[in-house]
């Protein structure tokens, strides 16, 4: 499974970016879906995640209220409102294969990783 992340991109503090992940060759269907951000030195954050049937979500304590995960058997999305300069980032895109469609993938044993697109925001 390839996975391309788009959107990312510079913003003021405040304002929105929207993040698209697209898969080649095959459809998300039976895949739980996250995206994950990281800085120079630290770890690579969960950001949130998305079970394969949609129903179900997660975001990070950082990101709750402003970030919105979304999917559809194309791609997977995050609307980013808000933006803080703390969520500049290298952001990534996540894919691991799940048997319930109900299954949010919570940490990081994703199988399949797309390249990551760069969000800053600027105060």
């Known amino acids: 499974v390839q996975l391309q992340a788009s959107g990312g991109g510079w913003a003021q503090a405040g304002g929105s970016l929207r993040l698209s992940c697209a898969t080649s060759g095959r459809t998300f269907k039976r895949f739980g879906l996250g995206w994950f951000r990281q800085v120079p030195g630290k770890e690579r954050e969960l950001v949130a995640g998305i079970s394969w049937g949609g129903s179900n979500t997660y975001y990070g304590d950082a990101v709750k209220g402003r970030f919105a995960i979304s999917k559809d058997n194309a791609g997977v999305y995050l609307q980013m409102n808000r933006l803080k300069p703390e969520d500049t980032a290298t952001y990534y895109c996540?894919?691991?294969?799940?048997?319930?469609?109900?299954?949010?993938?919570?940490?990081?044993?994703?199988?399949?990783w797309g390249r990551g697109t760069l969000v800053t925001v600027s105060s």
């Open positions: 996540a894919a691991k294969e799940v048997i319930h469609p109900t299954t949010v993938v919570r940490d990081s044993s994703y199988s399949y």
